[in-house]
C-alpha cells in the first residue's frame, strides 16, 4: 500500500490496519522459525507496510 492512499484514511483506520499487520507479521515470524514459510518475500512486504502506517500515524499525531 502507498503512503498516499495511507493518508487518505483515518486515524481510526491505520490503527486497525496496523493492529493487523503486527498479527500478521507475528504469524509470518512463527512461519518462519517453523519452515513452513511459502513466501519469504511476504515477511518485507508487511515490514514496511507496517512501517508506513506508523510513519502516517506520527505524522497526523502532530
Known sequence: M???EL???GADELSVK???LTDQLFRLRIQKSMGQLEA???LKVVRHDLARIKTV???KSK
Open 2 to 4: 502507498k503512503a498516499a
Open 7 to 9: 493518508r487518505d484514511l
Open 18 to 20: 496496523e493492529r493487523d
Open 40 to 42: 519469504p518475500g511476504k
Open 57 to 59: 500515524l506520527r505524522q
